[in-house]
């Protein structure tokens, strides 16, 4: 049969966002696929080459936009280490409730995106619906919907204001009793049993050589988390398990992992965690303060160096390798999201073998964030 | 096997990164080119599995270009930086994409943001810019808001509503 | 207004026939699911339970032939803008553009970025702009209203100054593309 190919994207419900796969099928088999980005490309990189260290934190939000605090958290990180502080215990645990919140919103929209690409419309108009009281949340702590410019070098833009502990521990309790609702709706549904297993399968023994890394690499049997091997903010002294194949408690394990299936119900289990996390940060948080005495924001003498920060996101491995020559902005800033790997080299390697129709849900099941590939 | 001991085993000289924040150590060291790529082997064969980026860096006063491989091991929670120094005017470098696939796309996005040649990556080209008529970006003396009022504010406007100001 | 022409001009009195067009067209307002920026982030909650745009007659349209309304969500890369010519000219007359976010207005945080443009309506017409970084719920759902207001008053002609000036345009957008045909 001859070959033809297919556009999905930049203009595609299947797309991830603003990124293109060049598709070439032979009947309903993917035979080749090749992912074109660049379309969101604003060069962060070199406009940071351009701005004071303080200024960099209200631009780099915009790297990964669903979940846009990993980037303030990494990068904070990544300076303090250059200015050797050490932050407040109170500004990590109130760095940890910015990222817990951040990882649930990030998972309830990747799972509410698979399942829109698997047909199923109700889950993202319920999902997305209770994304926006974590938004609330967020409009309450720090002022802004979508970015949130909160966590900076020396700790957190401000305290929590009064009565946000209980609110947000009512908005757990609302969360935690959709879950079943979420689990009727799709992870027991039968689209999803038929649909997920076994599709897009990421060979085992390659999943740590491509660079795969999150929930992603959990589905795959590793029990790597960036928040185990490589804690920071408030992880250590949080109790949490890392969900990953086969141990899926009360979800049949269906298919044989580095699937679909399981990256979806990684994704769904990592949500009963973080809620876990968010209720032990409410009993555990100390009084003190939010913030180190920092310096005149305009002349930041940051001393000269490498260093590297890394913190997991939803979507994987979020790095920012952060140099200065001991200027007053950074000399280079290079930005390591999980989607590169994971959007370009692992989705060119798995797509071949899929049908057509299985190909957007297996992006999705990627959560590929196109922002951060190009940035 | 430890950073350290692989590093005393190859003869290399590493310096320590300051870390506050994450908790494992990060190692940093110089090698020459031409012995990278069976140093990253050797690290690979030890545990080094995941290979987390390849940045670029444009040190202009020095008149280098710094590779810097980005290497970390889930057994030891040990990252290991391995830089390389190649001549700013006439960056060239082979490819080591056979070693970690996606080292593949780090080169072509090196490739078009800062100029530099390796040698057997066949699918080097346009990446992530369109239409690009300058020299590559993220070079130290490409001047961003020289390009951006050239080619973007000398733009006229269009007569209509959007001119009443 | 536009080139239908009145199918019983005994009957319908021109300027009525032209009042019946302008409300059915504002009423079925079908946007183009084109995440091209940023702002597509809060476009899921304007279109799921919470805000629910579909209440006043707005749902998202895979393909561009069959929508009335551009949303340029956020700053436009010029990888992007070349997709969005041609999507905009894809698309049937009449068809409205709402730009979104500071980005498309001035340049907004990426003022001194090489690769994203700063003014929108240099390229296409724009019938209307949401400030913010990044609007909210609320401002999308006052914009689409605003636009249907406009609509009704024959104010939102962005598509007719696009035919008119259709040379400037197209010249403007050859600055910044070095080829067309790809």
């Known amino acids: 049969m001859k070959e033809f190919e297919i556009f999905v994207g930049p203009q595609h419900v299947g797309a991830t966002g603003n990124m293109m796969y060049h598709v070439w099928v032979d009947g309903d088999t993917v035979v080749k696929a090749e992912t074109h980005v660049g379309y969101l490309h604003r060069a962060f990189e070199k406009l940071m080459e351009r701005r004071s260290w303080l200024m960099n934190v209200a631009l780099i939000p915009r790297i990964c936009v669903p979940e846009p605090d990993v980037n303030e958290a990494s990068y904070a990180m990544a300076v303090e280490s250059l200015m050797n502080w050490d932050i407040p215990e109170r500004a990590k645990y109130i760095r940890s409730i910015v990222l817990e919140l951040a990882r649930l919103s990030g998972h309830l929209l990747a799972i509410s995106g698979y399942a829109g690409a698997i047909g199923l419309y109700t889950v993202p108009q319920w999902l997305i619906g209770d994304r926006d009281y974590l938004l609330d949340l967020f409009e309450q702590l720090t002022g802004g919907r979508v ?55 990421i060979p085992k023994d390659k999943a740590i ?167 | 096997m430890k950073a350290i001991e692989i590093f005393k085993e190859l003869g290399i000289e590493y310096e320590e990164m300051k870390v506050k924040g994450n908790s494992t150590p990060r190692y940093r060291a110089k090698v020459e080119p ?29 008149g280098n270009m710094e590779l810097i491989y980005h290497l970390f091991s889930y057994d030891t929670l040990e990252d290991v930086f391995l830089s390389i120094y190649l001549p700013r005017d006439e960056p060239k470098y082979k490819t080591l994409r056979h070693l970690f696939p996606q080292i593949e796309t780090y080169e072509r996005e090196v490739h078009e943001m800062f100029g530099v040649e390796f040698e057997g990556n066949d699918r080097l080209g346009e990446f992530i810019l369109e239409d690009w008529n300058d020299m590559p970006p993220m070079r130290k003396d490409f001047d961003t808001v020289k390009y951006v009022k050239e080619k973007y504010e000398s733009v006229p406007l269009v007569e209509g509503r959007g001119d009443k100001q | 207004m536009t080139d239908n022409p009145n199918p019983l001009p005994s009957i319908i009195p021109e300027k009525d026939w032209k009042k019946i067009q302008r409300m059915l067209s504002k009423r079925s307002l079908w946007m183009i699911h084109f995440c091209t920026g940023c702002g597509a982030m809060e476009m899921p909650p304007t279109m799921t339970s919470r805000y629910d745009m579909e209440r006043f007659g707005i749902i998202p349209m895979a393909t561009p ?118």
């Open chain 1, 147 to 201: 970015y949130h410019i909160f966590i900076f070098p020396g700790g957190v833009r401000w305290d929590l204001p009064d009565g946000f502990l209980r609110k947000l521990g009512k908005v757990l309790d609302y969360l935690e009793s959709r879950l079943k609702l979420y689990d009727d709706l799709l992870f027991q549904n039968k689209v999803f049993f038929e649909r997920a297993p076994d599709v897009g399968v």
């Open chain 3, 65 to 182: 032939r069959q929508a009335d309304l551009l949303l340029v969500t956020g700053y436009v890369a010029v990888k992007t803008l070349k997709r969005i010519v041609r999507v905009y000219e894809q698309m049937q007359d009449p068809k409205y553009v709402i730009s979104f976010g500071s980005c498309p207005i001035n340049g907004g945080l990426y003022w001194d970025s090489y690769n994203t443009i700063k003014r929108l309506d240099k390229y296409i017409p724009v019938d209307l702009y949401i400030a913010g970084c990044m609007p909210r719920p609320e401002a999308i759902m006052d914009a689409f209203l605003k636009l249907m207001k406009d609509i009704d008053e024959g104010r939102a002609d962005g598509w007719l100054r696009y035919r008119k000036y259709y040379d400037k345009y197209r010249a403007n957008q050859m600055r910044v593309f070095k080829r067309w045909d790809e």
């Open chain 2, 34 to 62: 031409d012995k990278l790529e069976e140093i990253i082997k050797k690290f690979k064969t030890q545990g080094f599995k995941h290979f987390v980026a390849l940045s670029c860096v444009d040190w202009i006063k020095e």
């Open chain 1, 209 to 375: 050589e491509w660079g795969v890394t999150g929930p992603n690499l959990r589905a795959c049997g590793y029990a790597y988390d960036v928040r185990r091997v490589d804690p920071y903010a408030a992880y250590p002294d949080l109790d949490f398990e890392i969900p990953h194949y086969p141990k899926f408690g009360e979800f049949e394990v269906l298919g044989h992992g580095c699937d679909c299936y399981s990256r979806m119900v990684v994704r769904r289990l990592e949500i009963e965690q973080s809620i876990r996390i968010l209720r032990q940060i409410i009993k555990k948080i100390p009084d003190g303060p939010h913030t180190l005495k920092l310096p005149n924001p305009i002349a930041w003498k940051v001393p000269a160096g490498y260093a590297y920060a890394r913190v997991e996101s939803s979507k994987g491995e979020f790095g920012y390798l952060v140099i200065s020559d001991g200027g007053k902005v950074p000399y280079r800033v290079h930005v390591r999201g999980p989607s590169y790997t994971h959007g370009i080299n692992v989705m060119e390697k798995i797509a071949p073998g899929l049908n057509i129709a299985d190909f957007a849900p297996t992006a999705f099941s990627l959560d590929v964030c196109p922002p951060d590939i190009e940035r």
